[in-house]
């Protein structure tokens, strides 16, 4: 049974930074895309980062580059976020989700299988 589970969130003021994690189970973590996602209510759901678990290769959201960072720990199979220079903007409640093999060319929820149950972060 695959689980992912998000921990790290909080709340934090603007400018200062967050380092979500999300431990990953029951899946053949080796080749595989994760994916951190965020939405607020009353907002489509936004695609953050990717990250392969083969090769490392990365992708970011517009809205985040430059401040976020995705990385990986392969032993432990557990994906990170790095979250610098939080703005209010970024408040949302953070999703991890993997689906097999590549990583799309758009960070698109429909195509990921498994999520977490979310973890909140606040920025103010």
């Known amino acids: 049974q695959v689980q992912l589970v998000e921990s790290g969130g909080g709340s934090v003021q603007a400018g200062g930074s967050l380092k979500l994690s999300c431990a990953v189970s029951g899946y053949t973590y080796s080749r595989a895309c994760m994916a951190w996602f965020r939405q607020t209510p009353g907002k489509e759901r936004e695609g953050v980062a990717t990250i392969y678990t083969s090769s490392a290769k990365t992708q970011y959201a517009d809205s985040v580059k430059d401040r976020f960072t995705i990385s990986q720990d392969n032993a432990n199979n557990t994906v990170y976020l790095q979250m610098n220079n939080l703005k209010p903007d970024d408040t949302a409640m953070y999703y991890c989700?993997?689906?097999?093999?590549?990583?799309?060319?758009?960070?698109?929820?429909?195509?990921?299988?498994?999520w977490g149950q979310g973890t909140q972060v606040t920025v103010s």
């Open positions: 989700a993997s689906k097999p093999l590549y990583c799309p060319p758009q960070i698109a929820g429909a195509l990921f299988g498994h």
